[in-house]
Nanobody, 118 residues
Framework: VQLQASGGGLVQAGGSLTLSCVVSGSISSANVMGWYRQTPAKQRELVATTTSDGNTNYAASVKGRFTISRDNAKKMAFLQMNSLKPEDTAVYYC?????????????WGQGTQVTVSS
C-alpha cells in the first residue's frame, strides 16, 4: 500500500489550497483516511480524519476553515484549506488506517509542504 499526496505549495495568508491523496494497493473498504501535519518545532498532529461511512473529525485549530472529503471508489482523500494562516505552515501527511483481520493497519504518504506567507 502506498499513498501519494499532492497539492501543497506557497500561498498568501487568507488564501486557499486543496490537498489530494491517492491510495494505491488493496485496502479494506472499512478505513479511516486523514491528514496530519508537522513542523520542525512540533510533533505530528492530527488535522482531520474521515471514516469510510462519512464521519469527520477536525482539530480545533482548523475547524470551520478546512474540509476533508473522500472518494471511496477512487481511494482518494482531499483537504480543502481556506482562510489559511501562517501557523498552518507545515508538511502535511496523508494517512490511511484500514481495518482487517481484527486489526487496524497504518500507512503514511510522503508529505507535501504547505507554506503560508503573512
Amino acid at each position: 500500500v502506498q499513498l501519494q499526496a499532492s497539492g501543497g505549495g506557497l500561498v498568501q495568508a487568507g488564501g486557499s489550497l486543496t490537498l489530494s491523496c491517492v491510495v494505491s494497493g488493496s485496502i479494506s473498504s472499512a478505513n479511516v483516511m486523514g491528514w496530519y501535519r508537522q513542523t520542525p518545532a512540533k510533533q505530528r498532529e492530527l488535522v482531520a480524519t474521515t471514516t469510510s461511512d462519512g464521519n469527520t473529525n477536525y482539530a480545533a485549530s482548523v475547524k470551520g476553515r478546512f474540509t476533508i472529503s473522500r472518494d471511496n471508489a477512487k481511494k482518494m482523500a482531499f483537504l480543502q484549506m481556506n482562510s489559511l494562516k501562517p501557523e498552518d505552515t507545515a508538511v502535511y501527511y496523508c494517512n490511511v488506517k484500514p481495518y482487517g483481520g481484527f486489526s487496524w493497519y497504518d500507512y503514511w504518504g510522503q508529505g507535501t509542504q504547505v507554506t503560508v506567507s503573512s
